[in-house]
């Protein structure tokens, strides 16, 4: 089972920008989509962005255009540029990564944007 370290959360303005990362213990070359979720106090865990071993990238509406998610197999990294951050982005943000037989999640890092 692939393990997941997320990293590069912390403390910003609004309109500013983020890049998290998330680096696996093991190739990602053949894990067809990964994603980054997120989850604010009191509420649900939410899709914030996927992107499939092709290429393909899938965006929440509420981060279109701002946020960019991508992957380095050959750094078995996959990352999210956050640009023009809202105090409403402010959440916990996980990595995913749809393996099998059960799917792999990041331990999860904290991203906090003052107004």
């Known amino acids: 089972q692939v393990q997941l370290v997320a990293s590069g959360g912390g403390l910003v303005q609004a309109g500013g920008s983020l890049r998290l990362s998330c680096a696996a213990s093991r190739t990602i070359y053949r894990i067809n989509l990964m994603g980054w979720y997120r989850q604010a106090p009191g509420k649900q865990r939410e899709l914030v962005a996927t992107?499939?071993?092709?290429?393909?990238?899938n965006y929440a509406d509420s981060v279109k255009g701002r946020f960019t998610i991508s992957r380095d197999n050959a750094k078995n990294t996959m990352y999210l540029q956050m640009n023009s951050l809202k105090p409403e982005d402010t959440a916990v943000y996980y990595c995913?990564?749809?393996?099998?037989?059960?799917?792999?999640w990041g331990q999860g890092t904290q991203v906090t944007v003052s107004s």
């Open positions: 992107i499939a071993s092709g290429g393909n990238t």
């Open positions: 995913n990564a749809e393996t099998w037989p059960i799917p792999a």
